[in-house]
């Protein structure tokens, strides 16, 4: 058992979020401490024996209701606010761990002792069959604030792990109030205190694909707004760096219009290789 606590979002998705517990009993190694914060209807209901199963591992489980429809992040920060453990690692409820996951970043953790960030690599499933891997994609490159000026190479929010003591030097955790790319501008606050995140090559999360309506990452209203908010921040001194992270931004703002025009498309573009597909 590793010194991590997991926070689980979820909204009302019981048949992922019940993936996701069993993924978490199926694991080789297991985190200490998992906090599902829920955002809808009540969960005990649903899987109890799993709940119970989970438990009999010894582990901290806390289930905490949000308060009803606060959003994704917002349950992220009260998760981080509940945890007790070295480690903080984030999982949305429609992903799943690998079994070997945690053996692997304990690996990863005892080469590199003083590294306090990592983020995960993946294996891409479709929501129609989720046990069929379309894409692997691993994470092999550290990550600087330099990195992400070419756009948001740490990715999504599930699988990164991240030290509980870089929470309390931030001022702020997920914002909350960044209406999309919530991960992207958290990711940027942090390699701007000079911290790094490191991949984890050996471990994977399975990360699913939603094929029926836009995901809400793919709004654009939303990517607009947050576009906007984005480029009016002072994350960059250096006037290329800059310049290339507002590019990068258009670009990609571009792109998921041009995307969001087709769902086709959509699912097309997670599983073409290019470096379009950074957002």
Request: hydrophobic content about 40%; glycine content about 4%; charged content about 30%.
């Amino acid at each position: 058992m590793l010194d991590i606590s997991v926070v689980i979002t979820t909204f009302n998705r019981f048949s992922y979020l019940e993936r996701l517990l069993k993924s978490l009993v199926n694991l080789s190694i297991k985190p200490s401490e998992v906090i599902i914060i829920n955002d809808g209807e009540s969960i005990h209901n649903h899987f109890p024996d799993l709940l119970d199963e989970i438990k009999s591992y010894s582990i901290n489980l806390k289930i905490i209701k949000s308060g009803y429809k606060k959003g994704a992040n917002y349950c992220r920060n009260l998760g981080v606010s509940y945890c007790e453990s070295e480690f903080v690692t984030f999982m949305d409820d429609d992903d799943a761990f690998d079994v070997d996951f945690f053996k692997n970043f304990q690996i990863a953790r005892e080469k590199k002792p003083d590294v306090k960030c990592f983020y995960p690599s993946r294996k891409f499933v479709f929501d129609e069959d989720l046990t069929n891997v379309k894409r692997i994609k691993i994470s092999k490159k550290v990550i600087t604030l330099k990195n992400l000026s070419y756009g948001n190479l740490v990715g999504g929010t599930s699988g990164v792990t991240i030290k509980k003591e870089i929470f309390s030097s931030l001022e702020l955790f997920f914002d909350i109030e960044m209406p999309a790319l919530q991960d992207y501008e958290f990711w940027l606050r942090i390699c701007g205190k000079e911290i790094s995140f490191h991949p984890l090559e050996e471990s994977f999360v399975f990360y699913t694909v939603q094929n029926e309506g836009m995901q809400i990452s793919r709004s654009i209203t939303k990517w607009k707004s947050a576009v906007k908010i984005l480029k009016e921040k002072r994350f960059f001194k250096d006037k290329k760096d800059s310049f290339r992270f507002i590019s990068e931004l258009d670009f990609a703002l571009a792109k998921t219009i041009f995307r969001s025009s087709n769902n086709f498309l959509t699912k097309l573009s997670e599983f073409l290789p290019s470096r379009l597909f950074r957002f």
